[in-house]
């Protein structure tokens, strides 16, 4: 009696020895993304809106992409600097882009000089002639946040006496393929701190600012959270906006064709969000 006794203790106890642990999830309240070269695994940021558009909300037509979708209103338009030289706005117009973002000036990239885009007024002046909406954009290759603040100044500076309809855009990229680039090695943190003095500048000034990133700097060196009440231009070539926040307007290609301009150059959609339907008081409740 007592050996069977004995029998079930050590039985009972190893029960609960081997007993398999509870598996922890390595990734819980984490989502698998693409940083433009690979699946990875990230934290989401609160309070940054997430992106809702999927891939079957959008159909490709005559090398163009459409939003089929119901939750978006979407205008077509493109991006332009000096180097497409003369462009026939009214042709542009015509052939159903509906917006412009015009460079108006760049930081060099070694001496870090500031420049004014040479196209800069000419392209102004014609998509507004066309009736296009027209927004403006720098490209940045500040390395600290007086070069950016001072880069701001410099914009407001080229856009005084003229209307601009849509945010003031901050390009700051990085030039991986030149090798005595001054932001070369540059903490990524500083590149976050520099968008963030750009928009306040030119938000203090009265005009509604925003960030242009690509997926790398969207997810390594910008921090979105401190970024979220401006808006955010997504350079995500593909077939549908994959990057996992909201975006306010779209790039997709920088390989587009457009009647006007001479060569290729880059396609947008920009998307405003459709108001929810109003609740017809005259309707009877659902039974």
Request: proline content about 5%; charged content about 25%; some cysteine.
């Amino acid at each position: 009696m007592i050996l069977l006794l004995a029998v079930a203790l050590v039985m009972t106890l190893g029960r609960h020895v081997i007993q398999p642990e509870e598996e922890v999830d390595p990734h819980e309240g984490q989502v698998l993304i693409n940083d433009g070269y690979n699946d990875v695994w990230i934290t989401p940021i609160e309070g940054v809106e997430v992106n809702d558009l999927k891939k079957e909300d959008f159909d490709h037509t005559d090398g163009k992409i459409v939003y089929t979708g119901d939750d978006y209103d979407t205008i077509l338009g493109v991006d332009v600097s000096e180097h497409q030289h003369y462009i026939d706005w009214k042709q542009v117009a015509d052939s159903g882009v509906q917006f412009a973002y015009i460079r108006c000036g760049y930081r060099g990239y070694t001496q870090g000089g500031l420049n004014d885009d040479a196209w800069f007024r000419t392209n102004i002046d014609g998509a507004r002639d066309a009736g296009l909406q027209v927004g403006v954009y720098f490209f940045s290759q500040a390395i600290n946040v007086a070069e950016a603040i001072h880069e701001a100044r410099f914009v407001l500076r080229q856009i005084e006496g003229y209307e601009i309809t849509l945010p003031v855009m901050y390009d700051w990229e990085k030039l991986e393929d030149i090798p005595d680039a001054r932001t070369n090695d540059l903490d990524p943190s500083i590149i976050g701190d520099c968008g963030v003095a750009f928009c306040e500048t030119i938000r203090a000034a009265g005009y509604e600012a925003g960030i242009y990133f690509n997926r790398q700097l969207g997810y390594y060196s910008l921090d979105l959270s401190r970024l979220k009440d401006v808006k955010f231009w997504l350079a995500v070539p593909g077939d549908y906006p994959d990057f996992y926040y909201a975006g306010n307007i779209w790039q997709y290609t920088h390989e587009g064709e457009v009647p006007g301009i001479e060569g290729q150059v880059d396609m947008n959609l920009m998307f405003t969000r459709r108001p929810e339907p109003t609740p017809d008081p005259e309707a009877s409740p659902a039974p």
